[in-house]
């Protein structure tokens, strides 16, 4: 499904990042080289970038392909960022079409990007749902399974977890009663936190920056794939990849049983 890519590093043009390699996001909304599900991005494309001085990114989504949007070039050609989360967009049938639903999607500091899906939605997470405090719920800025993800994950970031802990834990909730794709990608501009579920993801770390994204941006030396079932964590300075459940043995009901009860608790805290 869709692709997206986060950075942390100097200051760098957002159409370095984005538009410029060989086969970076915008190669990769027509021609992606990793993708497991789906041919192509063309449902639209978002970018959030953080600006000196300001905690709260700025966030630029559209409802076209990122190659048809010559508005968007221009002003990534001129906007440089120490810290970026981009994604471009597949829909999953049946979701609203509109910018809406394009990542990233924010909330204060953050910025959150969703490839993959989760089968049998809504009917299949209708309890995750109903366990999410009411405002939450009004407060989903579309209608597509990826908004209920990141609402879940807002729920964990404000009871207070570490980032890749939400996601970790997220992941979880959801694996316990659906299957499905939760690549899931977080932001708030000093630290990138990431699962593998479902797709594909790599890293790489040099002298331009730290770049986490769905697929390679070239055929360049140094990147590392993360092995799927794993939760990312990279700062400028150092990417640590652990496994989502470190302790699993196969015992996936009550394992998935005992996350969904922890997880209900910390909702409603
Ligand atoms: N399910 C999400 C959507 O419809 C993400 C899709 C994807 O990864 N392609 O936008």
Do not use: K
């Amino acid at each position: 499904m869709c692709r997206h890519l986060a950075f942390l590093g100097p200051p760098t043009p957002l159409a370095e990042l984005l538009l410029a390699p060989e086969h970076g996001l915008l190669t990769q909304s027509w021609a992606p080289r990793h993708q497991r599900n789906g041919l192509m991005n063309a449902d639209g494309f978002g970018a959030g970038w953080y600006a000196p001085g300001d905690p709260v990114p700025a966030r630029y989504r559209r409802a076209v392909p990122m190659w048809a949007d010559s508005s968007f070039a221009d002003v990534a050609r001129v906007t440089s960022s120490t810290a970026v989360l981009a994604a471009v967009r597949s829909a999953t049938p049946g979701t609203t079409p509109d910018e809406a639903a394009a990542a990233p999607y924010t909330d204060g500091p953050w910025l959150f990007s969703h490839n993959g899906r989760v089968d049998g939605w809504p009917r299949s997470v209708e309890a995750l749902a109903a366990a999410l405090p009411p405002a939450r719920l009004l407060g989903l800025e579309a209608r597509v399974d990826s908004a209920l993800l990141w609402a879940m994950v807002q729920e964990r970031l404000a009871a207070g977890a570490a980032a890749p802990d939400a996601l970790a834990a997220v992941v979880a909730d959801v694996s316990a009663r659906t299957t499905g794709r939760f690549n899931l990608l977080l932001t708030d501009g000093a630290t990138i936190a990431a699962t593998a579920a479902g797709d594909t993801l790599c890293w790489r770390r040099d002298g331009a920056g730290t770049v986490v994204a769905s697929e390679p941006s070239d055929d360049g030396p140094g990147w590392q794939q993360v092995p799927d079932g794993s939760v990312l964590t990279a700062t400028r300075e150092h990417v640590d990849v652990r496994p989502l459940v470190p302790a699993q043995t196969g015992a996936a009901p009550s394992q998935g049983s005992a996350a969904a009860s922890r997880s209900s608790s910390s909702s409603v805290l």
